[in-house]
C-alpha cells in the first residue's frame, strides 16, 4: 500500500470509520475471546480486531477495557496499563499494578466510609 492509502486508513480508524464497517467481528471477538480458556488464546481472538478500533467511541473503551483485563490475566500488567492509559480507562478499583489489592477498603470507599 501506498502512503496515500495508509494514511487514510489510519484517519478512517480514527474517525471511528472502520470499528462502525467491522461491528460484527468486533462485538463477536469480544463475546468469544472469554470462552477461551488460555490468556493467550484470548489475546489472539482480541488482537484479530483491533486494527478497527478507536479508542473515543463508547465501542472501543469497552474493547480496550476488555483487551487490558486480558493482559492482565496474561501476566503482562505494564501492557494492561498502557493501553488503559490509551484508552483513558481507570483500572479496577483497589488494583495497584502489582496485582495485590485491599478489597475491603476498596468496598469501605465505595460505600462512601472514606472519612474513616
Not at 72 to 90: C, F, L, N, S, Y
Amino acid at each position: 500500500p501506498d502512503t496515500a492509502a495508509l494514511l487514510e486508513n489510519r484517519r478512517r480508524r480514527l474517525a471511528g470509520e472502520l470499528e462502525a464497517e467491522h461491528e460484527a467481528a468486533i462485538l463477536g471477538a469480544m463475546k468469544m475471546a472469554p470462552l477461551w480458556p488460555s490468556a493467550k488464546r484470548r489475546l489472539d481472538e482480541l488482537l484479530k480486531v483491533r486494527p478497527f478500533m478507536t479508542t473515543t467511541s463508547d465501542l472501543g473503551r469497552r474493547y480496550h477495557g476488555q483487551l487490558a483485563d486480558t493482559y492482565e490475566d496474561a501476566g503482562m500488567p505494564e501492557r494492561a496499563k498502557a493501553i488503559r492509559q490509551a484508552a483513558r480507562i481507570e483500572a479496577p478499583r483497589g488494583f495497584d499494578g502489582e496485582g495485590g489489592a485491599n478489597t475491603e477498603m476498596a468496598k469501605l470507599l465505595d460505600m462512601g466510609m472514606d472519612s474513616l
